[in-house]
């Protein structure tokens, strides 16, 4: 099959671009599997690879799994397209050290989810989870644990983007309405966007030290 580009490559899997793209974005964030890119315009192009992952992937949601519970095993089920995240990583490999680089991965999976403003205040979690890391029994177990933290940090975001939406709709209409062309009356995106933003930065912290100091909660945070 030649390289294809979204908009091709799901018809083939028989799903909406957008659902495609999702599966194989958060696939990314994962660290799970990438999609090579384009040398010439570095867009994003799918190959067989890559099909049959996505055909996997419907296959499982048409039995009504979750999109969670097929993450967690696709590593098992299908051949994937890895990657290191830097030249760090490079070096761990270097050294035929799988453990250290698994290690290595999810401190930096979970750097870069959080600002870098937060980075510093982040350090006390940053110590909880190498030490989490430290006492798995085996590279199987990281790999399990590393998902599903990321997962509950997506699922934490979520639950305050939703909690931000309904208090939003509690702001004066002053703020949450403004003037558009012709004297129209619409809703402020951008500052609801700015809103939205500003209760997850303020809140994530918080809600992510609940949950890693009282492991019981990993499985279900909320």
């Not at 315009?41 to 979750?66: N, P, Q, W, Y």
């Not at 299908?78 to 490999?93: A, G, H, M, P, T």
């Not at 209409?173 to 500052?191: D, H, M, P, Q, T």
Request: charged content about 35%.
């Amino acid at each position: 099959m030649a390289q294809l580009k979204i908009g091709e490559f799901s018809k083939k899997v028989g799903k909406h671009s957008n659902t495609v793209a999702n599966w194989f974005n958060q696939l990314h964030e994962l660290k799970l599997h990438c999609v090579n890119r384009s040398p010439l315009t570095g867009e994003k192009v799918f190959d067989e690879l890559d099909l049959e992952i996505a055909l996997h992937i419907k296959a499982l949601r048409d039995k009504k799994l979750s999109i969670n519970e097929i993450f967690e095993d696709i590593g098992n089920q299908c051949k994937l397209r890895y990657f290191s995240i830097d030249d760090s990583l490079d070096e761990v490999k270097e050294h035929n050290s799988d453990y250290e680089r698994l290690k290595m991965e999810l401190l930096y999976i979970v750097q870069d989810v959080l600002s870098e403003s937060l980075w510093d205040e982040f350090e006390t979690i940053r110590k909880k989870l190498k030490a989490l890391i430290d006492g798995l029994p085996s590279m199987m177990d990281e790999r399990h644990n590393r998902i599903k933290d990321l997962l509950i940090i997506r699922r934490i975001e979520a639950e305050l983007e939703t909690e931000a939406l309904h208090k939003w709709t509690t702001e004066p209409v002053s703020v949450r309405i403004k003037r558009g062309f012709f004297f129209k009356k619409e809703e402020n995106i951008e500052a609801r966007n700015q809103y939205v933003k500003g209760y997850i930065m303020k809140n994530l912290e918080e809600r992510l030290l609940k949950v890693i100091s009282f492991p019981d909660n990993r499985e279900n945070p909320f």
